[in-house]
């Protein structure tokens, strides 16, 4: 059996898989009482930072401090899928140990299948909910510091799909080459953009970015990946977030919160 982890990460206590693929880790954890959780704070760690990088901070710390042969990341709201969903217990239909073992035998990567946006493309979607300035941002510094990249990037304007959330599980020399080259963006990022002019919501710009930049970085090195189910563990109000882009788009009213 393959050495694999996949941490979720939570910010509070919540119910969690019990299948020993799952480590849940209680991220933006420094100053906080346990939750009973790995916290996100201990060895080498980016904990402070997770008001504005949100799940990043649990996938620097295991990055940085597990030494699984894979790592992933999920969310406590959200698990890689596999099989038939069961929605009375959906935790019966959570990716298992041994099912990411066998889907690991001939790829390096497992992701959730794509999310489609079908009416407008990855960067409109973005620039109509989100503020866009630090996308655009992040891509000043990769055309700079990684210009064989930027072409990905560019294309950010034209695809309608993409793998979001931030969840994957890779080989863990792909996910350290990864996460250098994320987070040294990232940090850049920060170098750039005066967090204090966006509120507690629009200041999480560095997670949300990040989500974007997953495909730029796989569909440039050509890595190959199987994908899984997303499941959500409550329920998703299609109807609102359908809407609530539609507004978005239509009267240029950004969102305050999340769906």
Known sequence: MKDIKVVVAAHKPYQMSGDPLYLPVFVGSKGKKDIGFQRDDEGENISEKNPYFCELTGLYWAVHNLKCDYIGLCHYRRYFGYGRVNKKNKFESVLTLKEADALLEDC???LPKKR????????????????VEPLDIAGEIIQAKYPEYYPEFEKLHTRKSAHMFNMFIMKREILIDYCNWLFDILFELEKRVDVSQYDSFHSRFYGRVSERLLDIYLNTKQLKYKEVKLIDMGEVNWWKKGTSFLVAKLF????????
């Open 108 to 110: 390096d990567i497992i």
């Open 116 to 131: 489609n946006y079908y009416i407008t493309n990855i960067y409109d979607h973005y620039k109509n909910t989100m503020y």
């Open 252 to 259: 240029k009213k950004k969102y305050d919160r999340s769906f």
